[in-house]
C-alpha cells in the first residue's frame, strides 16, 4: 500500500497537492480556476474531461474565437499513420 503513495508524496514535497473529490467538486474547482485566471493543472478522469470540454467549449465561445470542432477521422486524414 505504501509504495502505491509514494507518487502523491513526491508531487506534494515538490510543491504540489493531491486532492480527491467527487467530479462535481473538480467541476467547480476548474471552473473557478479558469474564471479567475489561476494557473493550476488538474489531472482528472476522462468523465471529468469531457464535463470540463462540454462545459467551456460553448457554441458561443467557438463561434466568438472563431474555433471549429475537428473530428478525430479528419485528423487521422491529414497525418496518415
Given at each position: 500500500m505504501r509504495s502505491s503513495l509514494d507518487h502523491f508524496d513526491a508531487a506534494v514535497e515538490h510543491g504540489g497537492s493531491v486532492l480527491s473529490a467527487e467530479?462535481?467538486?473538480?467541476?467547480?474547482?476548474v471552473k473557478e480556476a479558469t474564471q479567475s485566471g489561476y494557473a493550476a493543472t488538474f489531472y482528472v478522469t476522462k468523465s471529468q474531461f469531457d464535463a470540463i470540454v462540454n462545459w467551456y467549449w460553448t457554441p458561443e465561445r467557438r463561434k466568438s474565437l472563431k474555433v471549429e470542432p475537428v473530428s478525430i477521422e479528419s485528423g487521422r486524414e491529414s497525418n496518415p499513420s
Amino acid at each position: 500500500m505504501r509504495s502505491s503513495l509514494d507518487h502523491f508524496d513526491a508531487a506534494v514535497e515538490h510543491g504540489g497537492s493531491v486532492l480527491s473529490a467527487e467530479g462535481s467538486v473538480v467541476l467547480s474547482m476548474v471552473k473557478e480556476a479558469t474564471q479567475s485566471g489561476y494557473a493550476a493543472t488538474f489531472y482528472v478522469t476522462k468523465s471529468q474531461f469531457d464535463a470540463i470540454v462540454n462545459w467551456y467549449w460553448t457554441p458561443e465561445r467557438r463561434k466568438s474565437l472563431k474555433v471549429e470542432p475537428v473530428s478525430i477521422e479528419s485528423g487521422r486524414e491529414s497525418n496518415p499513420s
